[in-house]
């Protein structure tokens, strides 16, 4: 939460400082072309890296609730406001993704979650939620008459 306010705040400061940059350089007496480049390299940091940060970060879970009568969970993530986001799933409802992904550890439905199993003082609820628990089959799902 916090790298992502800082992220914000930086952007918000920048873009209160480059008009005054400019000001003060002579950079907005030069030549358009000039004005255009070092305005694209500003506006590449102050837009494009907290929109990154969003993207890379939207599926962290901060907080993991159970609900061991219901078989459910609540995943708790941070929206672009930075406001807590709620994602309430049946453990049926997740999918380990078959390669590996960065930035997914599971599949809610169809939302991407990231978590850390080292924060789970239980290493038993991590086992169950990612279907760990259940009997292991060498059977693949797929029909081999679909083979071709």
């Known amino acids: 939460r916090w790298v992502k306010f800082f992220s914000y705040s930086t952007s918000g ?18 030549s358009f072309a000039l004005q255009a480049a070092f305005c694209g390299v500003v506006g590449f940091f ?4 907290p929109v990154l940060l969003h993207l890379f970060t939207k ?7 159970h609900n061991p009568d ?7 993530t941070y929206n672009v406001f ?10 049926k409802q997740v ?16 939302m991407g979650l990231l978590v850390n ?7 038993q609820d ?4 990612m279907g760990y628990d259940k009997p292991f089959s060498f059977h693949t799902e797929v029909d081999p008459a679909d083979k071709s």
Not at 70 to 76: K, L, M, P, S
């Open 13 to 30: 400061a920048s873009l209160v400082l480059v008009p005054q940059i400019l000001m003060k350089t002579g950079l907005g007496v030069q």
């Open 46 to 49: 102050t837009f494009l890296t």
């Open 59 to 65: 599926g962290y879970v901060v907080r993991l609730y």
């Open 70 to 76: 219901r078989d459910t969970y609540t995943a708790v």
């Open 82 to 91: 930075l406001a807590e986001k709620r994602t309430v799933f049946h453990q």
């Open 95 to 110: 999918r380990i993704p078959q390669v590996t992904k960065m930035f997914t550890t599971f599949y809610a439905d169809k």
């Open 117 to 123: 199993p080292d924060l789970f003082s239980i290493p």
């Open 126 to 129: 991590f086992n169950h939620l």
